[in-house]
């Protein structure tokens, strides 16, 4: 049924379908022979984050929603260590065309930019044995086999559409305090932990995108665009993090990256707020309300 609601009855048989189709996809992509394993990695951890956003839009009305998300959230980490030495040269080479593109003398030069690079090229070279490889993907195969078995049996309180209604307000809410608190703190804590909400929000409407294409579509690519802003903020805060810990790296290599980082990290803020901004006017009850009227939209069956 792909990722979205396509009528407005059955909303707790729809939800379960949509889990069940996100994790059968999940154990086909783990299970699949001749895969890219870094790919394949990144797909998964996708998946956990639909379903995360899936559980989130009915956590008020989901009694085991902590257990489901932890679930997902744990299965998602357990791949992390699996994926973070190839976002953190991509990154890294990001950081470089950045600097290269200001106008400026480049602080990253091309002797710096290659030692920079080849320590990061060394974390994906010495990263993990096949035999590593195959105990994470069948360590997450467990984890959703035991998921799927759960998701048959999830139950939604509640009538209508506050089954729904009230998780994706409450979403949204924290999404423009999220907003807030990151403006007024302006760290790599508060901005990233603004994402978070941000990529929930972005989940829930391609959930509802069915409803209203037209008018949503545009919308869902903004979300989209801010949590690419808000994740290239978080990534270089790790890339600071990890290359201060890199055995044999010289202080002054570090300190000059870090200075780009620095920079950057103020371009995409300032980007985020400016976007952020106009994605959070409307305030959350106006939101809900006018999301519903999308609501009815839909059929009642199919």
């Known amino acids: 049924m792909g990722f979205g609601f396509t009528q407005q009855s059955g909303i707790g048989k729809q939800v379960r379908a949509i889990a069940g189709e996100q994790i059968s996809k999940a154990l086909a992509e783990c299970w699949a022979l001749d895969s890219d394993f870094d790919k394949t990695v990144h797909g998964l951890r996708r998946r956990c984050k639909k379903l995360r956003g899936l559980v989130r839009l009915i956590e008020p009305q989901f009694k085991t929603f902590a257990a489901e998300n932890r679930a997902f959230r744990d299965a998602a980490d357990g791949l992390a260590v699996a994926r973070d030495a190839t976002v953190m040269l991509e990154t890294f080479g990001a950081l470089v065309e950045f600097d290269a593109g200001r106008g400026q003398k480049a602080r990253l030069d091309r002797a710096l930019a290659g030692q920079i690079h080849q320590v990061l090229r060394d974390r994906i070279d010495g990263g993990l ?168 939209l839909l059929p009642v069956e199919t």
């Open 129 to 296: 044995e096949e035999r590593n490889r195959k105990q994470l993907l069948a360590a997450f195969a467990g984890t959703m086999l035991a998921a799927e078995q759960r998701a048959h049996d999830w139950v939604i309180a509640g009538r209508g559409f506050a089954r729904i209604g009230d998780g994706l307000e409450a979403t949204y809410r924290r999404m423009r305090a999220g907003m807030r608190t990151a403006a007024a703190d302006l760290t790599a804590e508060t901005l990233h932990d603004w994402r978070k909400d941000t990529k929930y929000h972005w989940h829930h409407l391609g959930l509802f995108e069915f409803c209203a294409p037209d008018l949503l579509s545009g919308r869902k690519a903004l979300l989209d665009d801010l949590g690419e802003l808000l994740g290239d903020h978080h990534n270089l805060a790790v890339l600071d993090e990890t290359l201060a810990a890199a055995p044999g790296l010289a202080r002054s290599a570090v300190l000059a990256t870090q200075a780009v980082i620095v920079d950057r990290q103020a371009d995409l803020a300032g980007q985020a707020f400016a976007l952020g901004g106009q994605l959070t006017v409307e305030k959350p009850g106006m939101l809900r309300r006018r999301f519903e009227q999308y609501w009815s």
